[in-house]
């Protein structure tokens, strides 16, 4: 597609409950990024895909949380059991190349969690 | 491992006054350092950036940025503020092409008339 697809774009959810979250990056990005966005603060990392190497999960809060990507296209970030504090934007952006190249983001799956 | 202080969560010029956001990093090699805009419900995209080479960078829409090693520092600056410019900045930084991008906890920028 010309730019990274995320859906859903909102979910409302009840705590306890699992969600999935889609990004689809542009065509050709090796390096794929989920970052979350809480009301009124900064990026934080969630986890990265860099072509077929293991991913790096470093930034994932918790066992909840987990992703996958298949190849060099969809990746789905799952949140199991979810908890009001999971509510945020979760941001996916994908890369030509990983590190210094520019990330194009999505417009991101704005979760609440009831 | 590296890190991005941003200073001013919000910062508020006038229209046609001189925007400058502040951003300083840490980085254990030579950084590479960028700046991404998020215009009101919309996705982040990126402003500039410096890898390599030139140290004053130019980006989108009349916004510049200086790397200073001295400083590990990489201000944004624009001459003259647009309320069009309204909007949050975030600084990032990643340790060159085998690193994550780490980002500030953003400026969000007000211009008023």
């Known amino acids: 597609g010309a730019g990274v697809s995320q859906s859903p774009s909102n979910k409302v959810t009840e705590k306890g409950k699992d969600v999935e979250l889609r990004c689809d990056p542009i065509?050709?990005?090796?390096?794929l990024y989920w970052y979350r966005q809480r009301l009124g603060q900064g990026l934080e990392f969630l986890i990265y895909?860099?072509?077929?190497?293991?991913?790096?999960k470093s930034g994932l809060p918790s066992d909840r949380f987990s992703a996958e990507r298949t190849g060099e296209s969809v990746s789905t970030l799952t949140i199991q059991r979810t908890q009001q504090e999971d509510s945020a934007v979760y941001l996916c952006?994908?890369?030509?190349?990983f590190g210094g190249g520019e990330l194009f983001f999505g417009e991101g799956s704005r979760l609440t969690v009831l | 491992a590296q890190s991005v202080t941003q200073l001013g969560s919000h910062v508020s010029v006038s229209e046609g006054a001189l925007v400058l956001l502040r951003c300083n990093y840490s980085s254990s090699v030579p950084p590479y350092l960028f700046w991404y805009v998020q215009y009101p419900n919309q996705g982040l995209q990126l402003l500039l950036k410096?890898?390599?080479?030139?140290?004053l960078v130019k980006g989108i829409n009349g916004f510049e940025a200086e790397f200073k090693k001295s400083e590990t520092s990489f201000h944004l600056t624009k001459p003259s503020a647009h309320m069009s410019d309204a909007a949050e900045y975030f600084c990032a930084v990643s340790a060159g092409t085998a690193s994550k991008l780490t980002f500030g906890t953003g400026t969000r920028l007000q211009v008023t008339l």
């Open positions: 065509s050709g990005h090796t390096a």
């Open positions: 410096y890898t390599t080479g030139a140290t």
């Open positions: 895909f860099q072509g077929n190497s293991a991913p790096d």
């Open positions: 952006a994908s890369s030509l190349v």
